[in-house]
């Protein structure tokens, strides 16, 4: 049993850090959220690096990494904040479905682009009344000659009112299919075409990426905009599903050890009854215990990672990793919070910062109560 880094994976960890320290410090992160800024140094930084194609298969152009490598850029990355986190991620969990399930002109012709930094992809499975319950959505798609038609609404579009983008959208094409998740299609969608209107939601955090209300009127997409077989849309929306899940648990991990060192240093520095705050017991076992949970959630998500880069199903462990990583993160920046005291909450803070955007992991990507159905199916359970 290994539980280190391979030389190489440890070079990429020092890499993706220095990145970080360069690009996107955490206080830097803080600054894009207070503004509602997308910086095209970050995507572009993550193209020069080689990160965006990194797990794609080299005969897309892709690095031929796996889920390791890639866990191991979304922790550093995470440390800056879980939006840069995610900026990187987002893109390439779409692309990795482009990769699977795309045309070849999708493969030949978007996925350079998207390892290029040049388009990004935006992910629309939930609507107003499909969030967990996803396989009840609504907005339709009706073929029209080689056109489809596209009428509804989607819901939390991360990143969908950025430049270069296109939404992997989920749509139902068989309104006729007797159960909920049969008859749904994978479909890309041109957030500018006519017909389509973006709504910035306002949210607590997750503002360098911004989420999105989508409105769809009469959009007509060209047939060759589907992604996988007609009717078979569950099925590519599941198809990538673990690799999300890991991929994003990697930006929970770094982003809970950024806000405990954070508290720690505070902990250290801030002195009160002529001694460092952190002498006291009650903070000093809190800080133990949750360094101790970052360490558990840590494995998991290698855990998982290793699994998928070795082909074995990961399933259950890979929502392991997202329900470990995400608490881990929420009760990092409650801690965080609690010992920097006052300082933490001044809206000047990082801590606050990573309190705000703490609050979404374990909603965003399936909630803790999802992955908990999805562990106790695992367990031979009913779990809905
Ligand atoms: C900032 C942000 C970004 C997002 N980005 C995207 C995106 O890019 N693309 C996208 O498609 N979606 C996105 N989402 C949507 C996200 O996936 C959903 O919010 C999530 O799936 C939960 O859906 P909901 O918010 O409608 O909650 P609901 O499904 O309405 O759930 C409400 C509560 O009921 C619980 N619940 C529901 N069903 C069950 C059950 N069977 N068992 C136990 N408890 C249950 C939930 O856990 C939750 O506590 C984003 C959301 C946020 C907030």
């Not at 880094?5 to 020092?14: M, P």
């Not at 396989?135 to 990143?159: E, P, S």
């Not at 950024?258 to 902990?267: F, K, Y």
């Amino acid at each position: 049993m290994d539980f280190g880094l391979t030389d190489e994976q440890e070079l990429l960890r020092q890499t993706a850090a220095s990145f970080v320290a360069r690009v996107c410090p955490p206080e830097r992160a803080k600054q894009w959220d207070d503004e509602y800024t997308y910086p095209p140094e970050l995507i572009s930084g993550f193209a020069e690096m080689g990160w965006l194609g990194l797990p794609l298969a080299e005969e897309v152009g892709g690095g031929g990494g796996t889920a390791q490598e890639v866990v191991i850029i979304g922790e550093e990355l995470g440390r800056a904040s879980l939006d840069v986190a995610q900026c990187y991620a987002l893109t390439l969990m779409a692309a990795l479905v482009i990769a699977d399930y795309g045309t070849a002109s999708m493969k030949s012709d978007l996925l350079p682009r998207i390892i290029a930094g040049d388009r990004r992809l935006s992910i629309g499975m939930s609507e107003p009344d499909a969030g967990s319950d996803v396989a009840a959505l609504r907005t339709t798609a009706v073929l029209d000659g080689d056109d489809f038609i596209v009428n509804g609404q989607k819901m939390w579009c991360t990143g969908a009112g950025l430049p270069n983008t296109e939404i992997l959208a989920y749509v139902r094409t068989d309104p006729t299919a007797e159960k909920k998740h049969q008859g749904l299609s994978a479909i890309l969608i041109d957030p500018t075409a006519d017909g389509v209107e973006l709504r910035q939601i306002p949210t607590l955090a997750r503002h360098i990426l911004g989420t999105y209300e989508v409105f769809l009127d009469d959009v007509r997409v060209s047939g060759d905009k589907l992604v996988g077989a007609l009717n078979n849309g569950w099925h590519v929306m599941l198809g990538g599903i673990d690799f999300e899940r890991v991929l994003i648990s990697g930006g929970y991990v770094g982003a809970a050890q950024a806000t405990l060192d954070e508290a720690l240093e505070h902990a250290k520095s801030r002195h009160q009854f002529g001694r460092p705050v952190g002498e006291f017991q009650a903070l000093t076992h809190a800080l133990a215990d949750l360094q101790t949970e970052i360490d558990a959630a840590r494995l998991l998500v290698q855990r998982a990672a290793w699994l998928h880069s070795v082909g074995k199903p990961c399933g259950p462990q890979a929502s392991m990793a997202k329900l470990k990583g995400s608490e881990t993160y929420v009760a990092a920046a409650r801690l965080g919070m609690q010992i920097c005291a006052g300082t933490g909450f001044s809206t000047e803070s990082v801590m606050s910062f990573r309190w705000r955007e703490s609050i979404v992991a374990p909603i965003s990507g399936g909630t803790s109560q999802i992955q908990r159905n999805a562990i106790a199916r695992s367990l031979g359970l009913r779990g809905y």
